[in-house]
Structures are given as structure tokens and as C-alpha cells.
């Protein structure tokens, strides 16, 4: 199983900033896609956010567009999510994920991994909690 480590989560208030971290390997980044998830209690985990590892194409869900960035920083083997004008619905353990198999992956890739899971996950991080208060 593939190693992931979120960091980065906290307390911030409504309109403010955050940036999480996921830590794993060389290896990873350069062959497998990777996307930041979120849960609320009580809810299903849903995908927020996906960068391919083929040439880092980027996918977010309608909720976080325009809000949240996804990236990769190979200097640290880590992939970011930049969260600006966050909103007291952001609030959720955030999880990164690897690994992804199924028909709907392996027909659009990154591309099926916003929104709710559609597809298989092999490899989940802890995760971190992010609180965001009104």
C-alpha cells in the first residue's frame, strides 16, 4: 500500500487561507494520479480535487472551483491544496488518496475523482481536520 501523510489542517476563519500538505514518494507522484477528499460526520467522503500524474491536469469540484488549487511540488514529493475564501461548509477531515481503479477511472481518469466516489481507492492518507469558523 502507497504512503500517504496529510499535514497542514487547523483552525482558520471564514474567508481566510489554508494549505494542506500530502507527503509520499518520487515514485508516486511520477505514476499515479492523486486527490485531495473531504468527510463531514454523517456524510459520504466526496472527492474534491485530483492532479493527473501524466501532466498534472487539474479537476475540482463545483463547490471548491475557483477557491481551492491542487499541485504538485516535486522539490518535496509532496502534492498541495491551497484552500483561499474558505467558508464555514468547508469544514471536514481532509484526506489525500491514491491508487484509483474501476470502469469510470480508467475511462476518464482524474476527471471522475471530484464529487462523490465512483471508483476504487486503494490508498488513503489519515487525514487532518480542517475547521473553518463564522
Known amino acids: 500500500q502507497v504512503q500517504l501523510a496529510e499535514s497542514g489542517g487547523g483552525l482558520v476563519q471564514a474567508g481566510g487561507s489554508m494549505s494542506l500538505s500530502c507527503a509520499t514518494s518520487r515514485s508516486i507522484l511520477d505514476a499515479y494520479a492523486i486527490g485531495w477528499f473531504r468527510q463531514v460526520p454523517g456524510k459520504e467522503r466526496e472527492g474534491v480535487a485530483c492532479?493527473?500524474?501524466?501532466?498534472?491536469?487539474?479537476f475540482y469540484s463545483d463547490s471548491v472551483k475557483g477557491r481551492f488549487t491542487i499541485s504538485r511540488d516535486h522539490a518535496k514529493n509532496t502534492v498541495l491544496l491551497q484552500m483561499n475564501s474558505l467558508k464555514p461548509e468547508d469544514t471536514a477531515v481532509y484526506y489525500c488518496?491514491?491508487?484509483?481503479?474501476?470502469?469510470?477511472?480508467?475511462?476518464?481518469?482524474?476527471?471522475?475523482?471530484?464529487?462523490?466516489?465512483?471508483?476504487?481507492?486503494?490508498?488513503w492518507g489519515p487525514g487532518t481536520q480542517v475547521t473553518v469558523s463564522s
Open positions: 492532479i493527473s500524474w501524466r501532466d498534472g491536469t487539474v
Open positions: 488518496a491514491t491508487d484509483f481503479y474501476g470502469p469510470l477511472f480508467q475511462a476518464v481518469g482524474c476527471r471522475a475523482i471530484p464529487g462523490p466516489l465512483k471508483y476504487g481507492v486503494r490508498s
